[in-house]
């Protein structure tokens, strides 16, 4: 499943009002719907989100998976531009609404081998973080054949999706 | 916890106390709630404004006309009466050093004695304990109500503020008054010169570590327009700064004439501090 690296899901930058609880309840609802307390999670981010998956996961009452062979739910982190308004982090860029309906696109239908061939230069021009995101391809290969898009939404000028996928 | 009477509120929190006169001479607004009905929609105003407490008082704190118990509680006690009847709500302080005066405006549904004359009358402290209710106990220097400070001078202003205000807060508690409703206030101007409520100002921390909950009364005071050199009517800036400082130190209550201008000054200076969270936050957090 994925969800995307907004540093405000944390706690630590938690306000009296939260700008994003309805990315923050699908997020927190999503990773329950992943991992069974007690159970551990691989996961496919950035080093940055390694703290934002173990907050989410631990909501979940899971930890974090070492990286190996062995099968376990796999959360990935990432999400499309940073560019896509006047007001974004990274201002306005024309190309990110081509390039996040092209993202958005592989990632519902879903088509492992476009996200395999993610442009990873226009990516980080549009301040994109599509790393991690061939994982979830990976995810469809070994079997997972719906996806379920619980969000997806730029409410800050940043391409968010919370996606499941299921068998 | 600190309790106000009737109302609770937790540890985290800072409210502010509006001033309301019911004075002809007051000398911030000059009499312009002297009349009931004004001074009642003063209190409609401030509470729509965001006030938790409203500061009823029938004498000025400067010298003027000798205004007896009888004539203060005229002034006070319905007055308290209505206010508690359409805001039940809010809290209800009367600034009052008469012990009589506060048995009847308690009686009426105040919550607070604020004591802006450090326990010049001795039984105002049974008066909060048999009610109660909360009482601020403040520092004068031992200066007899309603008198200006002439030639004052302290070895120590900071020490002599917490010692005076925290020995009556214990006279307060042997009185029987609860622990959670004992407020301590350093009193600037109250028999002090202006240095002596820069110091205070300064050194507030001094008082917050005291563990006793802080109010701090610096709107529009003279030692704001001393140190600025400007009138009443164009010392809001100057409070405000006073202001931010007491509110980085932690006091807790504000009494103010400036309502809006005050919230948004101690809010922000808590967040400062690390006391407050930031009403809401997402740049460069997205």
Redesign the interface.
């Known amino acids: 499943m994925l969800v995307p690296g907004a540093l405000a899901l944390l706690p630590e930058y938690a306000g009296q009002q939260d700008p994003l609880a309805e990315l923050r309840a699908a997020c927190h609802a999503a990773v329950a719907w992943l991992c069974e307390p007690g159970e551990t999670v691989a996961v496919h981010c950035e080093h940055q989100s390694l703290r934002l998956a173990r907050h989410l996961v631990g909501q979940a009452g899971g930890t974090l998976h070492p990286i190996d062979d062995r099968p376990a739910p796999t959360l990935v982190i990432g999400n499309g531009s940073a560019r896509r308004t006047e007001k974004a982090p990274g201002h306005l860029d024309p190309r990110a609404a081509s390039f996040d309906a092209d993202l958005g696109r592989a990632l519902t239908r879903p088509d492992p081998a476009a996200l395999a061939a993610i442009d990873g230069r226009l990516a980080r021009e549009l301040w994109a973080d599509v790393e991690s995101l061939r994982w979830l391809g990976e995810e469809v290969l070994s079997g997972s054949e719906r996806v379920v898009v619980d969000y997806d939404d730029d409410p800050f000028g940043v391409q968010y999706w919370v996606l499941r996928l299921e068998s | 916890m600190l309790r106000l009477g009737r109302h609770a509120f937790t540890d985290d929190t800072t409210l502010m106390m509006a001033i309301v006169n019911r004075t002809p001479d007051s000398f911030y607004d000059r009499g312009a709630t002297w009349a009931e009905d004004r001074a009642f929609e003063r209190v409609a105003l401030v509470v729509e404004q965001g006030a938790e407490i409203v500061d009823i008082g029938g004498i000025k704190a400067a010298p003027g006309a000798e205004i007896d118990a009888a004539e203060e509680k005229s002034r006070v006690v319905d007055f308290v009466a209505r206010v508690r009847d359409a805001f039940p709500s809010l809290v209800i302080s009367v600034d009052t050093w008469r012990a009589e005066v506060g048995d009847a405006v308690c009686r009426a549904g105040a919550d607070v004695l604020n004591d802006a004359w450090g326990g010049a009358d001795p039984e105002l402290v049974d008066v909060a304990a048999a009610h109660d209710v909360a009482i601020i106990c403040t520092h004068t220097g031992g200066a007899t109500p309603r008198t200006r400070p002439y030639r004052v001078e302290y070895n120590d202003v900071v020490a002599s503020a917490i010692a005076d205000t925290t020995a009556y807060a214990a006279r307060a508690l042997a009185a029987g008054v609860a622990r959670e409703s004992v407020v301590i206030d350093p009193a600037h101007d109250f028999g002090k010169n202006t240095f002596h409520s820069l110091e205070l100002t300064r050194r507030l921390a001094e008082m917050v570590d005291t563990g006793w909950p802080v109010l701090v009364s610096l709107s529009n005071k003279d030692f704001v327009g001393e140190t600025l050199d400007k009138p009443v009517g164009e010392r809001l800036l100057g409070t405000l700064a006073a202001t931010a400082v007491c509110a980085t130190a932690g006091a807790r209550i504000y009494r103010v004439h400036e309502v809006v201008e005050t919230r948004q000054v101690v809010d922000m200076a808590w967040a400062i501090a690390g006391r407050r969270?930031?009403?809401?936050?997402?740049r460069?957090?997205?």
């Open positions: 969270l930031p009403a809401r936050a997402i460069g957090l997205q």
